[in-house]
């Protein structure tokens, strides 16, 4: 046999506004699935089998990717530094409602989730919560609590947007975008209700999304474990139980309760 000794790449990552090492920097040869990513010192070593001129992609969150067309030789350390750009940060401040009041809420959920990042928030007495955010995009925008109903929307949000005010109304609606607090309990050995974005499986018994009703991709699944197969996580040898939060019904005349589900039993 000819063995071939593969073609190496290392380098130093830094922040190129205070050059300090940059770690969990992704490192991708393109086209290949030769991938790395940097340590703590900002050091990072990967490679490939055949030589050649490849274009190498280096990406954070928080930082301009940047790509490079690097030159490979079969038995060669081919050293590659690179100083990634940061990109500079901005704060929106959402204010939180109650519809009618006018009262800010406390407690309040916040969601803004974006192509790259997810943001998460919580607002203060004042109903009050700041985000520091570094893309400037098109974000599904929602806010929550027990209690209220769910707002979303889609949203552009820039250096210019600043604030963004949201006026809860009162009510008693759950479509799982935040932890509500739902309880699951039962003696099956597999299937327990899990809160989560559903995975669907073979021959349509859970599908792979939520109802279209709704806001978000978030629902309560009897076992969601991510496989085609869908006798891996049914709910087996026992009961599954979901349990909402206390629900208080003074003040209606005529309560009911209106719900979504996918049922299947083979």
């Not at 709910?235 to 719900?259: H, M």
Request: glycine residues 10%; aromatic residues 12%.
């Amino acid at each position: 046999p000819n063995y071939q000794q593969a073609a190496y790449l290392e380098g130093l990552i830094t922040n190129s506004v205070s050059s300090v090492p940059v770690d969990l920097v992704d490192v991708q040869i393109l086209g290949h699935n030769q991938q790395d990513v940097s340590n703590s010192s900002g050091m990072y070593a990967t490679g490939i089998a055949a030589a050649g001129v490849y274009d190498v992609t280096y990406s954070k969150i928080g930082y301009y990717s940047q790509t490079i067309q690097v030159t490979h030789t079969n038995g060669v350390v081919s050293v590659q530094d690179l100083q990634l750009v940061p990109i500079p940060p901005f704060n929106l401040q959402v204010t939180v409602f109650e519809d009618g009041t006018n009262n800010p809420i406390d407690g309040a959920d916040i969601l803004l989730d974006g192509l790259l990042l997810d943001d998460f928030g919580v607002t203060n007495a004042l109903g009050e919560e700041t985000f520091v955010l570094y893309y400037q995009e098109l974000y599904r925008f929602s806010v929550g609590k027990w209690g209220y109903l769910t707002h979303c929307e889609s949203v552009v949000i820039d250096t210019a947007t600043g604030s963004l005010s949201v006026f809860l109304i009162p009510g008693i609606y759950d479509d799982f975008t935040f932890d509500n607090g739902w309880t699951s309990s039962g003696s099956a050995t597999t299937g327990l209700f899990e809160r989560g974005v559903p995975n669907g499986t073979s021959l349509l018994t859970n599908p792979n999304v939520d109802s279209e009703n709704d806001c978000n991709d978030f629902c309560y699944v009897t076992g969601n474990a991510d496989t085609d197969d869908f006798n891996a996580d049914d709910v087996d040898a026992g009961d599954a139980e979901l349990r909402s939060p206390i629900i208080d019904l003074t003040g209606y005349l005529d309560p009911y309760v209106s719900y979504e589900r996918w049922y299947y039993c083979d």
